[in-house]
């Protein structure tokens, strides 16, 4: 009989997204169920995944009572279910589903830390993102970070238990296949026009959410200024406001609104012909796990720029596939998009070596095997000390 897996993610985003393709792969070595909440593509999910989903009704906000009633019905449907192992991923599933595990006496409470989301924060509201990752923790039996970084951070700041990395990170690797430039020369020129960008412009891609954590005003600034000087220069951004979370600053998304050679284009879920009709993908992210943009974008053969910062710094190799930055500096933002366009042979040198630099460490196969090597792993392993 098949051991029974309960994977807990907050929102079916994820699921369609950066989460797509596990489930179903791991469904034929164990009985896969995911826990997320409604969204309308709930068929899709399962019809592409092949694995039952159980609706709960989660939110990215703290909201105690809220809270409270997703833990007791957690708890009531691990003790009917009884599974194996709860896996959990993002802060919100990880507290409320390591906690009910352990509640249900679940003998495998596996977490996957993806980022830590109180960094960039101060005062109150970092104490309590601080105190969440370490209630999470004390919960779960065995942890897992996405980068080869964040377990030093974790150590130093967070927990003694030991945290462990799948291959060499990540949440699911990239299907390089699928994240591949196979856009004809008409595709691309096509897209170029009906956003109204110029054949020759030298577009600049932000993909993500337009919030302050993602060093977005950073960004639309360096924007500004370059483009005084480049005027071939475009941005483009894809993805959706988060208004209530972390807003932008008034004057960037003056910018954004007003700016003549910027375009928004909201979230999609095929991100890959914003990639091939991209010259430079730009995260100045204040914060990582390891960021699936990037392995994402540097499959489809982008050169890349990034906040030297944890996860970030691993996938890009300086000066062999893209270039570092200081965070929330501005000024080295700018150096550095300068320094690219002003030396096309250094930038010819990072395209050519930027899709090989992710086959050979995050490819999304080897990815998965290494996964269920572990799960084989820790099945094989007494945690009869729950």
Known sequence: MKKKISIVLTVPLSIETWFKGQPRYLSDYYDIELITSYSNSIEKIKAHENVTVTLVDFTRQINPLKDLKILFELWRHFRHRRPDMVY?????????????AWLA????????????????????????????????????NHLYANSLNLPKIIARELTSKA??????????????DYFKDTMSTEEKSALRHNLTI???????????????????????????????TYSKLTLLMVGDYEHHLDPISAETYELIQNHPRIRVVPFQHDIRPYFCISDLLVLPSYREGLPNVLIEGGSCGLVMIATDINGCNEV????????????????????????????????ATLKQNARQSILERYDQHYYWDALHRELETLFNTDSSHV
């Open 105 to 140: 006496r679940v003998p495998h409470r596996l977490h996957l830390i993806v980022g830590l989301a109180y960094f960039g924060s101060s005062g109150k509201r970092r104490f309590l993102l601080k105190t969440i990752e370490k209630i999470t923790y004390c919960f779960a």
């Open 316 to 347: 890009i190799k300086s000066g062999e596939n893209g270039l570092l930055i200081e965070p929330k500096n501005t000024l080295n933002l700018i150096e550095t998009v300068q320094k690219l366009l002003d030396h096309p042979n250094l930038y």
């Open 88 to 100: 959990s991923i993002t802060p919100k599933a990880g507290l409320l589903g390591m906690i009910a």
């Open 198 to 228: 110029t054949e020759d412009a030298f577009v600049l891609l932000f993909t993500g959410r337009i919030v302050g954590d993602k060093g977005v005003n950073e960004l639309v600034s360096a924007f500004d200024s370059l483009s005084s």
């Open 163 to 176: 945290v462990n990395v799948i291959g060499h990170g990540s949440v699911n690797g990239v299907d390089t």
